[in-house]
């Protein structure tokens, strides 16, 4: 996953919940130095009870918002969507000649 | 000494090959009928007591239904023993934590914990437990396959008694040691890597509670026993709160240390294990904060009940107070109705 123009992720999920699972790999697809380059990482975790659904809201480096419901979503997926927009911005990076 | 069979085996090979239509029995003068019993008698010992049953594997290695060399096997049988031995754990999930980073927490950890315990070796206390305490990475899969067994896997009063050991002088002849053959599919083996094992912890219809949690990389923290005094150290360092404060940069910088910080960042905890029961972040919290542990609860029970007693014994005198009262009125009422009535 390319996770070098996102800003900000927050993640909220209940970890009891089997389909919170791609919540958790998205965390773990975070490149260790991710927080030392200035990515902000925020994950809030639910009670165990609550029927909330899992959430991951994204900001990337172009201002760009991205809201998505991990409930549904499989983390290839959720990897697609990230990707999908990320390869742009890489694009007209490299296009700039940066 | 046993009685000697007279026999010359080599003569009678001999003639054999020499000249064969002599009846052999004329040449030899052994008792040849007894000749492929050639096997020495048993000593008198052991035709008086019945021969010891040999155990074909060592006792502490009974044959494992999976090969026993390979690395999954030997998890397999650590993780069990792991989560029979510890009442509490403590689960987390490490998102690509570096070694330093690693290191350096398990460093912090074992400072918190060794001053816990010398807080309670001061307070008199032999329960120590800071060089049992760690945390460690473990495989998510072989884990949950071993959580499996553990829970599901009960094969009751009629293990085989493997500690006996067939020759020594002390095991009895008449003990009951399994005659099990070498191959692990013998189903009276009931040892976590053995066939039974397996087939119970691979019936998919039995659900485990903490199966939603058992997936990416995790790590666990795993206690002897259940003190609060501990968890509530490990808390604070690995999953500060309001309720359980990390320690403050004065009394100790070390924990404030670059490599510490960006390490905790990426632990979080999920759940924990109590008793074989499953609590989430809010309840491991809840089992923190009990107040000195088990000794605390029942103190905190011997005080209850002793307000108990003392309500009960409230009560019951204040029926018969009360009894005694109303009684006491009427006949106060009825001696002056007496006394009206002569009046």
């Keep these: 996953m390319i996770t070098r123009f996102l800003t900000d992720v927050r993640v909220k999920f209940n970890p009891f919940s089997p389909r919170s699972k791609s919540a958790r790999l998205f965390l773990s697809l975070m490149p260790p130095s991710a927080r030392s380059n200035g990515m902000k990482i925020e994950s809030q975790m639910l009670p165990r009870h609550s029927k909330e659904p899992a959430f991951l809201g994204l900001k990337f480096k172009d201002g760009k918002e991205m809201k998505l419901d991990l409930d549904k979503m499989r983390i290839t997926e959720v990897m697609e969507e990230v990707d999908r927009h990320s390869r742009q911005l890489a694009r007209k990076e490299e296009l700039l000649g940066n | ?343």
């Design chain 2, 1 to 343: 000494m046993p009685p000697r069979i007279r026999l010359r085996p080599q003569i009678v090979r001999l003639q054999l090959h020499t000249n064969q239509h002599i009846p052999i029995i004329q040449q030899t003068h052994g008792y040849v009928s007894l000749a492929t019993a050639t096997t020495p008698a048993p000593p008198i010992s052991e035709t008086l007591h019945s021969v010891p049953p040999v155990l074909r594997y060592p006792p502490t290695q009974p044959p494992s239904y999976k090969p026993p060399e390979v690395r999954k096997t030997q998890l397999h049988r650590q993780y069990q023993s792991l989560l029979k031995s510890s009442p509490l754990l403590l689960l987390f999930q490490h998102n690509n934590v570096r070694a330093v980073e690693w290191m350096s927490i398990r460093r912090e950890l074992a400072h918190a914990l060794s001053k816990v315990d010398a807080e309670r070796q001061a307070a008199g206390s032999t329960e120590l437990y800071a060089d049992a305490i760690k945390i460690q990475v473990i495989q998510t899969g072989i884990f949950a396959s071993a959580l499996r067994v553990v829970e599901f896997f009960h094969p009751g009063e009629d293990t085989m008694e493997h500690s006996q050991h067939p020759t020594s002088p002390a095991t009895q002849t008449s003990a009951q040691i399994p005659n099990t053959t070498g191959s692990a599919e013998d189903p009276r083996f009931t040892h976590g890597l053995s066939m039974r094992a397996y087939q119970a912890a691979s019936n998919r219809k039995l659900k485990l509670e903490l199966e939603p949690l058992l997936s990416g990389p995790l790590a666990i923290v795993a206690f002897p026993a259940v003190s609060p005094q501990h968890l509530k150290a490990v808390l604070s360092i690995l999953a500060p709160s309001p309720d359980f404060p990390a320690p403050k940069r004065r009394t100790n910088p070390d924990y404030h240390e670059p490599a510490v910080q960006s390490g905790l960042q990426k632990l979080m905890l999920l759940g924990a294990r109590v008793e074989s029961k499953i609590f989430d972040q809010d309840g491991t919290r809840w089992v923190g904060g009990i107040d000195g542990g088990i000794d605390g609860l029942r103190a905190q029970l011997v005080a209850m009940l002793q307000g108990v007693g003392a309500g009960i014994t409230n009560a019951l005198e204040s029926a018969s107070r009360s009894l005694y009262f109303t009684v006491e009125r009427r006949r106060i009422d009825l001696e002056e109705e007496k006394g009206d009535k002569k009046e």
